[in-house]
């Protein structure tokens, strides 16, 4: 059974997916300033921002790569992210009633501003820093997982290298992001939240009408199945999959990647009051569940109908997905899987590319201090959103190489490494008191994922065996936070 989708129905696809985008972009960008650009004039819908953010936090890594990695002999095998998905409920509970206070409190555009406050200028800046980086890494491994199947069904049959595939997907983002800013994502996002997850229930549906099984039966045939196992508690320390890592690597990832980062969190501070940005993580958090748990049931799926069609499992599992819902289902599926993987590449690339403009303006160029007039600044802003869209395009050209195994796993580790300096610097300021010489933060959050890094390749010799994984945001925060109390004093009665 075989769709056949051509390149021209793909091309079409795209294109008035993207002239519906565009069409949001116009609405919401009328009359739009700065304010509105970052921080959508604090007026949007609570429940609007908590739909759309399951689609920005799952993002095209997780449509194609989490159903790859459910057969895949490694981190996250079978149901095992799931482990991982209920770690998240615990940092997202921090988040709603530790972090949101504090940034309501405080009145942030940036987040990073508490830093700044709480230590000095030094930490501002690094904290800053390490958002940009990792949010240049993070978008980067997305959009290139997402441009690589474009490249494979669409732009190759028709003879468009790959750097163009690149270009024409970070243009089309950079068209309706470019005014509106974050007042426009708050309504695409919930847009490209349905269409990803409507693509994800029509897949399932599809499968279970080829092998003529119901919803029961489906449940029942990955249940049966090598693919159904969730729990791994009888595994050791030094297996990836280990429950106890992965639910702690998943409260903290949860806190770092959303509670401590400037794309995730600007959504939040777009809520009217911090009572409805509580509502808005505790009602995402439960809703992103069973959005994950839906995505493991069709990667088992997806196994078990490879194997029933004779179809091959491909070498990198990532292209599980796409290979079959392009090539060897009916049509509507392949229509419905580009329309799914366009919607999850851009709810989570839009966002990230706002939220880096925005870490920028606010936090290097000092917009809310700035004498200059909204014009200036609209004009600057602008530059700012041309600058990282070519930073994200020669990022992702030259990570072509980085594509060895699933993505979802190496985005985690790289984000282990980038995040734990964020992580460390956080927690002090607001587990502890006490003051830090402030010009010590720059070499030690540089110190700190370079001695990560050292243990973490030597961990099988000197931890007999024990890896790190996702992890080593434990390590990395820890170490941070180590070093910071090295270079801190009790405060004094004036502060």
């Known amino acids: ?35 509105s650009f970052f ?68 009145n942030l555009t940036s987040i990073y501003q508490y830093l700044e406050s709480r230590f ?46 690149v270009l024409l997907t970070i243009l ?17 996002d919930t847009l490209q939240t349905f269409c990803m997850l409507t693509a994800v229930v029509c897949s399932i549906y599809f499968i279970g009408q080829s092998m003529d099984i119901g919803v029961t039966g489906l449940i029942t045939e990955i249940q049966q199945s090598d693919y159904g196992k969730m729990w791994f508690f009888d595994v050791g320390w030094n297996d990836p999959n280990n429950f106890f890592k992965q639910f702690i690597s998943g409260a903290l990832i949860a806190i770092v990647m959303t509670g401590l980062d400037q794309d995730m969190m600007q959504k939040n501070l777009t809520c009217r009051s911090k009572e409805d940005a509580q509502k808005n993580v505790f009602t995402f958090s439960i809703i992103l569940v069973f959005a994950n748990l839906l995505f493991l049931s069709l990667g088992a799926l997806l196994y078990i109908y490879a194997q029933k069609e004779g179809i091959a499992i491909p070498e990198k599992t990532d292209q599980l997905y796409p290979t079959i819902a392009l090539e060897h289902m009916p049509a509507a599926v392949g229509i419905l ?116 890094y050292i243990i973490n390749t030597n961990a099988d010799s000197w931890l007999n065996g024990f890896q790190f994984g996702s992890t080593i945001i434990a390590l990395n925060g820890l170490i941070t936070f180590i070093l910071l109390w090295t270079i801190s004093r009790k405060p004094t009665k004036n502060g």
């Open 172 to 188: 089309l983002i950079w068209v309706y992001t470019v005014n509106g800013g974050i007042k426009t994502i708050i309504l695409t």
């Open 120 to 165: 000095g200028f030094y930490s501002y800046k690094t904290g800053a820093f390490y958002f940009i980086l990792s949010r240049i890494i993070g978008a980067s491994l997305r959009l290139f997982l997402v441009a690589i199947v474009l490249q494979n069904f669409l732009m190759e049959p028709l003879g468009i290298p790959f750097f163009i595939t």
């Open 337 to 452: 899987f580009i329309l799914g993987l366009i919607a999850a590449a851009y709810s989570s690339a839009d966002s990230a590319l706002t939220s880096l403009t925005t870490s920028f303006c606010i936090d290097f160029l000092g917009f809310e201090k700035s004498l200059l007039s909204e014009k200036e600044k609209k004009q600057k802003r602008i530059y700012v959103h041309i600058g990282f869209s070519t930073v994200l395009f020669v990022v992702i050209v030259l990570a072509k190489a980085l594509n060895a195994g699933a993505v979802i796993n190496e985005l985690y580790i790289a984000a282990g490494y980038t995040y734990g300096p964020l992580l460390g610097l956080f927690s002090f300021g607001i587990l502890t008191k006490r003051n830090i010489l402030d010009h010590w933060v720059i070499p030690i959050c540089i110190a700190s994922p370079l001695i990560s």
């Open 39 to 106: 921080n959508a004039n604090k007026n949007a819908p609570w429940f609007l921002v908590a739909f759309g953010m399951i689609g920005a936090s799952l993002s095209g890594v997780t449509f194609i790569s989490i159903p790859g990695v459910v057969g895949q002999e490694a981190t996250n095998m079978c149901f095992s992210y799931m482990q991982m998905v209920f770690g998240f409920l615990v940092g997202y509970f921090v988040i709603a009633t530790i972090l949101i206070p504090l940034y309501y409190r405080l």
């Open 1 to 35: 059974m075989s769709g056949n989708i051509s390149p021209l129905t793909i091309a079409t696809i795209v294109i008035v997916y993207f002239l519906v985008l565009i069409g949001i972009s116009l609405v919401t960008s009328k009359n739009a300033d700065n304010k």
